[in-house]
């Protein structure tokens, strides 16, 4: 995969997890099936940790959770320290 289309599919999938926050946001307002929470995880784990934490912040969402203010972070840093280390090898 080029370095183009690996940052095409980052953009994609964090733009998605940002939206899924929005719509489950909007969900919850009107009492409505949501969005479990593993799926916001493993969008996460997919990449969209950045778009994840954009949505909990944006529209106050799940920012009381440890589940989510705890592990989205973590999973990012240990995401940004991939990215690191591959570029260094």
């Given at each position: 995969?080029?370095?183009?289309?690996?940052?095409?599919?980052?953009?994609?999938?964090?733009?998605?997890?940002?939206l899924l926050m929005?719509?489950?946001?909007?969900?919850?307002?009107?009492?409505?099936?949501?969005?479990?929470?593993?799926?916001?995880?493993?969008?996460?784990?997919?990449?969209?940790?950045?778009?994840?934490?954009?949505?909990?912040?944006?529209?106050?969402?799940?920012?009381?959770?440890?589940?989510?203010y705890i592990c989205?972070?973590?999973?990012?840093?240990?995401?940004?320290?991939?990215?690191?280390?591959?570029?260094?090898?």
């Amino acid at each position: 995969m080029t370095q183009n289309s690996l940052l095409a599919c980052l953009l994609i999938i964090n733009a998605a997890a940002f939206l899924l926050m929005l719509a489950d946001k909007r969900r919850a307002k009107k009492k409505l099936w949501r969005v479990p929470e593993n799926i916001f995880l493993l969008f996460a784990l997919l990449g969209g940790s950045v778009g994840i934490l954009a949505g909990m912040y944006s529209f106050r969402h799940k920012t009381r959770k440890p589940k989510f203010y705890i592990c989205v972070p973590v999973i990012l840093a240990a995401q940004i320290l991939f990215i690191v280390w591959r570029m260094g090898t």
